[in-house]
């Protein structure tokens, strides 16, 4: 096979890994920060914990693009659960 099927693979390997990290950092943090706001300080502590350990852990084990996209994923998360929540609207029609 020519060179460039296996350059163009690797590639989408690369792209399709950083992708798969900014997804589940950014579901993991929307977890985290949904369950942070209305928990007991127990759960609060673990839940900072646990999302900090994997972050170092990913940061050392990981290459540093999938770390960098982990990050900005839950990064992401963190400023969506900032923003304020929208009413909803009842726009059904009365009888």
């Given at each position: 096979m020519?060179?460039?099927?296996?350059?163009?693979?690797?590639f989408l390997g690369i792209l399709l890994r950083a992708l798969g990290f900014l997804v589940f950092g950014f579901a993991i943090g929307h977890f985290v920060f949904d369950n942070f706001k209305d928990?007991?300080?127990q759960l609060?502590?673990?839940l900072a914990l646990g999302l900090f350990g994997l972050l170092i852990?990913?940061?050392?084990?990981a290459s540093p693009g999938s770390a960098g996209a982990f990050a900005l994923g839950a990064g992401g998360a963190y400023f969506m659960?900032?923003?304020p929540m929208s009413k909803p609207t009842d726009d059904t029609p009365k009888n």
């Open positions: 020519p060179q460039i099927v296996f350059d163009i693979s690797a928990s007991e300080w609060k502590i673990a852990g990913l940061t050392d084990f659960s900032m923003m």
